[in-house]
């Protein structure tokens, strides 16, 4: 797996210092670090990293604000929330923004370095059974979303449906009688249609559209 350029960005000074030192001993380049959302966002402007390891509760800017600019300026970057429960509802909002999973600030160090390199590939970090869960506990909350989902074909929704319910690539090829490479470029097809970043975005979208519904 290739390793991409990080950014920390992380008000408390001795974690950012802590996922350095682990990240750089494990041969993955840390491209620099910020203490708050606002020069989160500068930093990734300048220097264009493949990964940000993002705070949501930061001064100054909060993560949710800082994500939101750093994608809208950069959409092939990934952005992994740091919180320190995994019910946390800001980090529901972060993964309708598009962050791509989210890490505790617990992560052990060879599971860090793994979720780094794995995001970097452009997969999400979270299983979508893992994304279900947070959804589930915090759609009700939210506002209804409207979304155009004419596009899709119906064996297209049919995909979007069990990837809201939590089904893995092989889970959806079983479900549906088709190989794993079909599914995948099923599930490619409804990321280009509907302009998703990547399977937990289609999870939470899922949900809040009411294709999948709480309990289902």
Same mark, same amino acid.
């Given at each position: 797996?290739?390793?991409?350029?990080?950014?920390?960005?992380?008000?408390?000074?001795?974690?950012?210092?802590?996922?350095?030192?682990?990240?750089?001993?494990?041969?993955?380049?840390?491209?620099?670090?910020?203490?708050?959302?606002?020069?989160?966002?500068?930093?990734?402007?300048?220097?264009?990293?493949?990964?940000?390891?993002?705070?949501?509760?930061?001064?100054?800017?909060?993560?949710?604000?800082?994500?939101?600019?750093?994608?809208?300026?950069?959409?092939?970057?990934?952005?992994?929330?740091?919180?320190?429960?995994?019910?946390?509802?800001?980090?529901?909002?972060?993964?309708?923004?598009? *962050?791509?999973?989210? /890490?505790?600030?617990?992560?052990? +160090?060879?599971? #860090? $370095?793994?979720?780094?390199? =794995? &995001?970097?590939? !452009?997969?999400?970090?979270?299983?979508?059974?893992?994304?279900?869960?947070?959804?589930?506990?915090?759609?009700?909350?939210?506002?209804?979303?409207?979304?155009?989902?004419?596009?899709?074909?119906?064996?297209?929704?049919?995909?979007?449906?069990?990837?809201?319910?939590?089904?893995?690539?092989?889970?959806?090829?079983?479900?549906?009688?088709?190989?794993?490479?079909?599914?995948?470029?099923?599930?490619?097809?409804?990321? *280009?249609?509907?302009? /998703?970043?990547?399977?937990?975005? +289609?999870?939470? #979208? $899922?949900?809040?559209?009411? =294709? &999948?519904?709480? !309990?289902?």
């Amino acid at each position: 797996m290739t390793s991409p350029r990080v950014l920390i960005a992380d008000d408390q000074e001795l974690i950012r210092a802590g996922f350095r030192l682990i990240l750089t001993a494990r041969g993955i380049d840390v491209a620099g670090e910020a203490g708050d959302g606002a020069e989160a966002v500068d930093a990734a402007r300048r220097l264009r990293p493949d990964v940000v390891l993002m705070d949501i509760r930061m001064p100054v800017m909060d993560g949710l604000e800082a994500t939101r600019r750093i994608l809208a300026r950069s959409p092939g970057c990934r952005v992994l929330m740091l919180t320190t429960f995994d019910l946390d509802r800001y980090v529901y909002s972060a993964l309708a923004l598009g *962050a791509s999973g989210f /890490l505790l600030k617990d992560v052990t +160090a060879d599971h #860090l $370095a793994a979720a780094v390199r =794995l &995001v970097g590939t !452009g997969d999400a970090l979270l299983s979508p059974t893992i994304t279900r869960r947070l959804v589930q506990r915090f759609a009700n909350a939210q506002p209804a979303v409207h979304r155009d989902l004419s596009p899709l074909t119906p064996r297209e929704m049919e995909v979007l449906t069990l990837l809201g319910r939590g089904l893995s690539n092989a889970e959806l090829a079983s479900a549906l009688t088709l190989s794993e490479a079909t599914v995948k470029t099923h599930v490619a097809r409804i990321f *280009a249609k509907l302009d /998703l970043r990547d399977r937990a975005q +289609a999870v939470v #979208l $899922a949900y809040e559209t009411g =294709l &999948v519904t709480p !309990g289902a």
